[in-house]
């Protein structure tokens, strides 16, 4: 996927495209225990809105936001 959204920026200059890593959602198999699901969701959504940027082509690590 790292090497897809990399070509994805060298081909579209003008779109921003990122590699979402979650890092780990509480789900029931998990035993809901790690990251939000609806956290997760918000940050997609801050990245989308650009409230947050990235460098196009970089890997988002939820960990590396999201405080849980």
């Not at 070509?7 to 509480?26: D, H, I, R």
Request: charged share 30%.
């Amino acid at each position: 996927m790292r090497g897809f959204t990399q070509a994805l920026t060298k081909e579209y200059p003008n779109l921003k495209v990122y590699n979402f890593v979650s890092g780990g959602v509480a789900t029931r198999m998990k035993n809901f225990k790690d990251i939000a699901s609806d956290k997760i969701a918000q940050l997609i959504l801050d990245f989308a809105k650009e409230k947050d940027t990235l460098k196009s082509g970089s890997d988002i690590n939820a960990r590396d936001f999201i405080k849980y």
